[in-house]
């Protein structure tokens, strides 16, 4: 999604697009997720001079896989974020401390900019770290492998210990704290 910063006109602006799953370059994740059809992108532009805040509105689909059971599902999300782009270079200094300022602003000092980045890394942080297919899942048997949200199995509420190859370090986890 390329904007021409420098023909935007002073004051607000709202574009809306549809941006396919190859303009985000997004294959390279798609062992922890997949993208399902478009995203739908509202950018919303405010020009002050040569100054322009961007609040991006991105909606789109994942097919995530269950941390707990393993079984993939979709879940839709809708993700917000600004932006403010200045013209002309940073200024450098010897130290600095970041505030949240100046993670968010980007300078530019070509007319034209690139957003799909911007949408890309918005889409690849809204990935949980243990993505689950509801808040309740029960996961699957250590023992026998079976999924407990579509069956049970004579493992499940078992109060003897299960016979692993991790056995052994929890013999030794009961040495330990006695």
């Known amino acids: 999604m390329r904007i021409n910063l420098k023909e ?11 941006l396919k799953k190859e303009d985000l370059n997004i294959a390279d994740y798609e062992k922890e997720f997949v993208l399902l059809g478009d995203v739908d992108v509202e950018a919303m532009f405010i020009k002050s001079k040569s100054t322009v805040n961007i609040k991006i509105t991105a909606k789109y689909t994942l097919r995530l896989q269950c941390s707990r059971c ?16 200045k013209e ?6 010897k130290e600095k401390s970041l505030s949240d300022e100046d993670i968010y602003t980007y300078f530019y000092m ?6 799909s980045p ?5 889409i690849v942080l809204s990935v949980p770290m243990k993505p689950l297919c509801k808040e309740d899942c029960k996961g699957l048997c250590p023992v026998c492998g079976a999924n407990w949200n579509e069956e049970t199995c004579e493992h499940m509420g078992m109060t003897t ?15 330990l704290y006695k």
């Open 110 to 115: 070509t007319e034209e900019v690139d957003l």
């Open 70 to 85: 393993l079984t993939w599902f979709d879940r839709e999300y809708r993700e917000q974020e600004s932006f403010v782009f």
């Open 118 to 122: 911007l949408i890309r890394d918005m």
């Open 88 to 93: 002309g270079k940073e200024k450098i200094q």
């Open 8 to 18: 935007l006109p002073q004051g607000k602006k709202v574009i809306h697009t549809i």
């Open 161 to 175: 210990k299960p016979t692993t190859k991790l056995s052994k370090l929890l013999e030794f986890k009961d040495k």
